[in-house]
């Protein structure tokens, strides 16, 4: 064997390895012989592609058919937090990494385990993608001067946040969230109004299997939160043989985040803590009385949960969470649809003036998986109204012309213009499902005609091209009241 044919050998050899990548229909078209239309389309149904590149762990395309959930929440939470008179804002998806650090807390899971760090070219600056809103819409607050506007300004938002946690069912590194922060005022009717928000949004999506669970956190007075801190101290040190490694250490510098350990014999020992309404300042413990007074005036269902401390460094005082009560059976069972809670010291921790603040925010993935399980129906609008066919060059032509009238008209039309023949035209209305088509030939663009065809009786009629008389006919066929979501 010569070197060049050894080369060769490698070569093929190289071509065999990379052979799946190549979709099945490209090969065939290497045969030279181009399949006919139809076949061409069921072997590219069926190719095998081995990717090259797959989308990052934990992160996930939305295609259609899921996309109608996405957006009726977004729809829904829009509108919802439109009536609460909230105004949408948008933040960078990047930031300095320092802005999460200082204000969700160096020793939070969030950031000590799951920011994702971003490297600008300079080298110069940290940027970790945001892993939450809050910071950002706190940053934006003070770097706009809104404190200067009348307080407390109520904003709300939506996009995807990004942690680098372990991926599995309503848990993903990227997720997307909608949320609401009122920053500016300490009343606990702002608190009330929030969660009033975050009730009416799940219940506008009609959801039922949920709670609100409630705690008060306290606040950074001697006699609150810190009191309380050295109780929790003294008891993880009791049991510190019971604590996992993460929580040993915690337990010394931030003994509340043993609250949100994920294992169980940590939550064992959490489950035993004294409870920090117990310890309450009295301004903290009247707040929190209010609050829940005022959430039985509005009917709003709550359980008070002593446990419940959320697993950010900036809360104050009142710390909620709503919780899906589907079956143990449903991964979701347990699991948090959304959460917030006051943050009274979080704008002047960034450097702005003392500002007491509240916001709330809801992950769209679990809130869909939640209305799934629910059985909630989501209509598909994704329906073509009308198919439109052509024959022959001059019917092509002048169907070009009739899609734009028809699209203007507000008909969502769909066509293959592409394809040459009526029956493959035909079989892709079918496939689209569409229950009208319109077929426009040589002899209908003579006459100035146009053909409509029942797909489902096969029946077909002859209507006139004109578009003043063709777009009444047409509304009359489809009982045309979906027309108005399209114009
Ligand atoms: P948090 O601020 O951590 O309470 O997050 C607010 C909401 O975002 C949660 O209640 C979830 O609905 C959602 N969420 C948080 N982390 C994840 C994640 N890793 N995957 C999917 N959804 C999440």
Redesign the pocket.
Known sequence: MNKASKEDLKKDKKIEEEKPIVPAHTEQRRGMQRPPEEEEEDIRARAPIALVVRSPRGMQDVLWDDMRYWDIVSDTFKQVATSFNMKKVSVPVVEEAALFERSIGETTDVVEKEMFFVKDRSGTTRLALRP?FTAGVARAYLEHGMSSKPQPVRMWYQGPVF?H?RPQA???RQ?T?FGVEVIGEAHSIIDVQVIHLAYEAYKALQLDAFRIDINSVGCLNKTCRPAYINSLKKHAQDNTRKLCVDCKRRSKVNPLRIFDCKEEKCQVVANLAPKITEHLCEQCKEHYQNVLRYLQDLGIPFRENARLV??LDYYTRTAFEIISTLPATDPLSGL????GGRYDDLIQLLGGPATPAIGF???V??TIMQMKAEGVEVKNNDMPDVFLAHLGDLGRRRAVKLLDDLRRSGFRVAEAFHKDGIKAQLRNADRVKVQWTLILGQKEALDNTIILRNMESGMQETLDLNLDSLVPALKKRLHKEILTSHT
Request: charge should be positive.
């Open positions: 939450e942690r946690d309503g848990r993903y997720l969230q959320r697993g948090a649809l959304g959460g925010s809801g992950g993935e679990r």
